[in-house]
T-cell receptor, first 112, second 114 residues
Framework: DTAVSQTPKYLVTQMGNDKSIKCEQN?????MYWYKQDSKKFLKIMFS???????INETVPNRFSPKSPDKAHLNLHINSLELGDSAVYFC???????????FGEGSRLTVL | AQSVTQLGSHVSVSEGALVLLRCNYS??????LFWYVQYPNQGLQLLLK??????LVKGINGFEAEFKKSETSFHLTKPSAHMSDAAEYFC????????????FGKGTKLTVNP
């Protein structure tokens, strides 16, 4: 069983479109995260939710909207996609805040 | 806010040689420290972590790291490199009693030559 799973794994779309990435964890963790990895492999935190409540919201454009319907799911919706949004987006979860992260396989978004 | 510096974006070693990947951090509170490995087109996998207690930490695949508070360092070592160790390595720091988020270094790409 995959602990943290993301879908889709690959996403290719045109500028201006809206897209969503879904994430689910079966580890029973309370805290979930979205990280963005750019073309230089730099990993930057975007959002964190604890038990469906937003606790970390970095300086991310408001075109990005996370949603957590329950503590096992954290989805990421992106409006009006731009070329600079092309990256790999990783979902992760942790048992405690600031603790070890368990990562999904990543979702590679390419905006043309 | 905490930060991580990984010295050397690329490190190249011969198979069987010592691997040393450097990580220095800054944190205003006692940190948790982590090393993650990322193989091509995959997610990140935890190699080892330091939270409290023993400062020499052993991880998977023969890696270990030592927390040195006086030097604010958490360097990763492995006595003998294997071809399968070729990957991207990330050091990360969190402040469990502070910001409660993991901040990553920029990564070090390890190449192992036959």
């Amino acid at each position: 069983d995959t602990a943290v799973s993301q879908t889709p794994k690959y996403l290719v779309t045109q500028m201006g479109n809206d897209k969503s990435i879904k994430c689910e964890q079966n580890l029973g963790h309370d805290t979930m995260y979205w990280y963005k990895q750019d073309s230089k492999k730099f990993l930057k935190i975007m959002f964190s939710y604890n038990n469906k409540e937003l606790i970390i919201n970095e300086t991310v454009p408001n075109r990005f909207s996370p949603k957590s319907p329950d503590k096992a799911h954290l989805n990421l919706h992106i409006n009006s996609l731009e070329l600079g949004d092309s990256a790999v987006y990783f979902c992760a979860s942790s048992q405690v805040r600031g603790g070890e992260l368990f990562f999904g396989e990543g979702s590679r978004l390419t905006v043309l | 806010a905490q930060s991580v510096t990984q010295l050397g974006s690329h490190v190249s070693v011969s198979e069987g040689a010592l691997v040393l990947l450097r990580c220095n951090y800054s944190s205003s509170v006692p940190p948790y420290l982590f090393w993650y490995v990322q193989y091509p087109n995959q997610g990140l996998q935890l190699l080892l972590k330091y939270t409290t207690g023993a400062t020499l930490v052993k991880g998977i695949n023969g890696f270990e790291a030592e927390f040195k508070k006086s030097e604010t360092s958490f360097h990763l070592t492995k006595p003998s490199a294997h071809m399968s160790d070729a990957a991207e390595y990330f050091c990360a720091v969190s402040e469990p009693s502070g910001s409660e988020k993991l901040v990553f270094g920029k990564g070090t790409k390890l190449t192992v030559n036959p």
